[in-house]
């Protein structure tokens, strides 16, 4: 039985912010899971019995060889992909790199990263990086509103 297939699978997502306010995105490579070709927030998939920071932090280190810094959580969205036949259940934390600089570790499952600021984000993302930016924005937009500034 596989996850996401056979039964709704949990995932979980990694919006890394660094020091000049740019967000990592991977861009999904010909073995992933799904959404191939596409830009994420980096993720991965909750184990039986692991938390789900305990999973994003094994799959940055597996994935980019970083330790981050697991922070607030920002949202969980449904992650239905009809065409692909998958549903995922999906929470999306703000992190930090706390030690390492991301590297592809897994280039099946990547073709590429980069660190962009939200308004030059990638235009080809995935369908939870959209919702997950999205959130992202009021965020930050309420949090311009409440400190007065631009």
Not at 43 to 67: D, H, L, P
Not at 77 to 97: A, R, Y
Not at 103 to 116: H, L, R
Request: aromatic letters at 8%; glycine letters at 12%; hydrophobic letters at 35%.
């Amino acid at each position: 039985m596989k996850r996401g297939v056979d039964f709704i699978g949990v995932g979980v997502g990694a919006i890394i912010i660094n020091d000049k306010g740019e967000l990592f995105f991977a861009r999904r490579g010909e073995l992933a899971k799904n959404e191939r070709g596409l830009w994420e927030f980096p993720g991965g998939s909750v184990e039986f019995g692991e938390t789900m920071e305990a999973a994003i932090k094994r799959e940055m280190v597996e994935e980019y060889g970083i330790e981050i810094m697991v922070g607030e959580l920002l949202d969980v969205v449904d992650h239905i992909l009809p065409e692909e036949g998958q549903h995922w259940v999906s929470p999306t934390f703000l992190c930090k790199i706390v030690n390492g600089k991301p590297v592809i570790k897994e280039p099946g499952k990547c073709s590429q990263i980069g660190w962009f600021l939200p308004e030059a984000a990638p235009q080809q993302l995935t369908k939870i990086t959209r919702e997950n930016l999205e959130h992202y924005w009021s965020r930050i937009s309420k949090s311009t509103e409440q400190t007065g500034s631009d």
